[in-house]
């Protein structure tokens, strides 16, 4: 018994090969399929990243072009379930909706029991295609707006602020909002991406398993802290108060949102990216302030943590950016979810491709052979 090696939170444990990310967190490095971040970041889109990670090589103009037509043609959704996400509670905590959306969804795909790689890859694009609609109408609902059909000629970034704002976006938000999709879309194998694996393991479907990985993404663990981020940066509300909020913070022994991460220990390349869209956005917008005081609480934590590898992460620049693109706070877990439905998706068909049944083992640490005594004597 004193053997056991008991690895809580399964940390540092590898449980399978995988082709789709890369990360080295010490030099703050990530790859999706051998290609740097800051690459695709620049020259790519998100429907080439959702290839990317689908097909594990970039496609031909003419297969982007049909991987394109394909996710417009399948953004709508249909109308029983818009209806039953109509139908939860005013109260309901947007990742609740989005949760049931994609699980009403898999019934309404004709291929749902065929997990084939081939089958898995057009599920893959109908879920994606649709995930986009689910959270735009998320907000819609939930501000009491109709919602608004799927551009039949948008790009998915641009189709998914259509979708929400009922005007095609400026060429500067679409972009932003392309790159943000390809900085969520893949993180190797986090909370969400093991649930999801831990599904698909028993041979069930991959809705079943992306629904795991949006209950996962749920927890404020693991999506969730842009939000905390965002609200932290409007109550410091200028540069000059920044100092002594972060020094109170910390003395307090609060942490602060949006930095600090279990992989990387430098500065994550992922909010490096956000933080030069951000200027961009300032720029056009000729609105400094939020960038001014994020600049200056990134300054005073590298200052005070840097030596303790806390850096920002891809939290502390993104919630900053949605809120500029006019976005509600309480969108941006079920965004992440949308954007990260590439990479469950991806790692699913990874998966299924050497199958192995996910069945840890836990160490008990209860009493045995205790005698059993009847109700009427206890
Ligand atoms: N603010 C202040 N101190 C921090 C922070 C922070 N954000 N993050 C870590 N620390 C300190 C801890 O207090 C600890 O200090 P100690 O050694 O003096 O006790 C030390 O750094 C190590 O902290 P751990 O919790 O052991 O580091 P871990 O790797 O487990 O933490 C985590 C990673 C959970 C992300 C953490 O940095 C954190 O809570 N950050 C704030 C939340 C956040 O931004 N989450 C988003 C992560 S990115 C994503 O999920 C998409």
Redesign the pocket.
């Known amino acids: 018994m004193s053997e056991v090696v008991i690895h809580k939170g399964l940390e540092n444990i590898v449980i399978t090969e995988t082709k789709l990310s890369y990360i080295d967190g010490e030099k703050g490095i990530l790859y999706y399929a051998g290609y740097p971040i800051e690459d695709l970041a620049k020259y790519s889109s998100f429907e080439e990243v959702c290839f990317l990670l689908w097909h594990n090589r970039l496609p031909s103009r003419k297969e982007l072009d049909e991987l394109k037509r394909s996710i417009r043609e399948n953004a709508e959704i249909p109308w029983e379930v818009v209806d039953l996400m109509r139908k939860a509670p005013k109260k309901a905590h947007p990742m609740d909706i989005m949760r049931t959306a994609v699980s009403a969804l898999g019934p309404y795909d004709p291929e749902l029991e065929d997990n084939s790689r081939e089958a898995n890859i057009r599920k893959s694009i109908r879920l994606q295609a649709k995930v986009g609609t689910i959270t735009a109408y998320i907000y819609r609902i939930k501000e009491g707006l109709a919602v608004i059909p799927p551009s039949k000629k948008l790009d998915y970034a641009a189709n998914f602020l259509y979708m929400m704002f009922g005007k095609e976006p400026d060429e500067l938000s679409s972009k932003i909002m392309d790159v943000a999709l390809i900085l969520h879309a893949e993180h190797e194998l986090p909370a969400s991406t093991t649930a999801a694996l831990t599904t698909i393991s028993t041979l069930s479907d991959i809705y079943s398993a992306v629904v795991s990985g949006i209950a996962a993404l749920k927890g404020p663990?693991?999506g969730g802290?842009n939000e905390k981020a965002l609200e932290m940066l409007k109550e410091i509300k200028s540069p000059e108060r920044a100092e002594e909020y972060i020094k109170k913070a910390?003395a307090e022994k609060k942490?602060?949102?949006?930095?600090?991460?279990?992989v990387y220990k430098a500065y994550d390349p992922r909010a490096r990216i956000f933080k030069e869209y951000f200027k961009k956005l300032c720029e056009q917008r000729n609105d400094w302030t939020m960038y001014r005081t994020a600049e200056k609480v990134e300054e005073v934590m590298i200052s005070l943590?840097g030596h303790?590898g806390?850096f920002p992460?891809?939290?502390f620049y993104s919630g900053a950016v949605y809120d500029m693109l006019g976005i509600p706070s309480y969108l941006f877990t079920p965004m992440f979810a949308m954007a990260r439905t590439s990479g469950w998706t991806a790692h699913i068909i990874e998966y299924l491709q050497d199958n192995r049944l996910i069945r840890p083992r836990a160490h008990y640490t209860g009493q045995l052979d205790l005698k059993y005594i009847p109700i009427e004597q206890r």
């Open positions: 663990l693991h802290a910390l942490r602060i949102m949006g930095f600090g991460h279990r943590l303790k806390i992460n891809i939290d």
